[in-house]
């Protein structure tokens, strides 16, 4: 089962930060066996190469975020939530 919350801007920090639960895991807990069972059950179609295409656009975030001139505290924050796959 895949949930999430969605975000409201007139809400505090916290209750905006993303969330994401996948078979009653949240955050670290998430495996990429984990998306691609989700993927498999919902038959989507090419679910690896959507996966590949999410995992380098994140790791590019940092870079994308300079080219941006976004401040670097955000960026700092934003990635400290990255869960690598």
Do not use: C, P
């Amino acid at each position: 089962m895949l949930t999430h919350d969605s975000a409201h801007f007139s809400a505090s920090e916290f209750m905006n930060k993303h969330s994401i639960s996948i078979y009653g895991k949240t955050e670290g807990g998430v495996t990429r066996e984990d998306l691609e069972a989700v993927a498999h059950w919902n038959d989507i179609q090419d679910y690896k190469s959507l996966i590949k295409m999410v995992s380098t656009a994140i790791a590019k975030f940092k870079e994308y975020a300079k080219e941006l001139i976004i401040d670097q505290h955000l960026i700092d924050s934003n990635e400290s939530d990255f869960v690598r796959m």
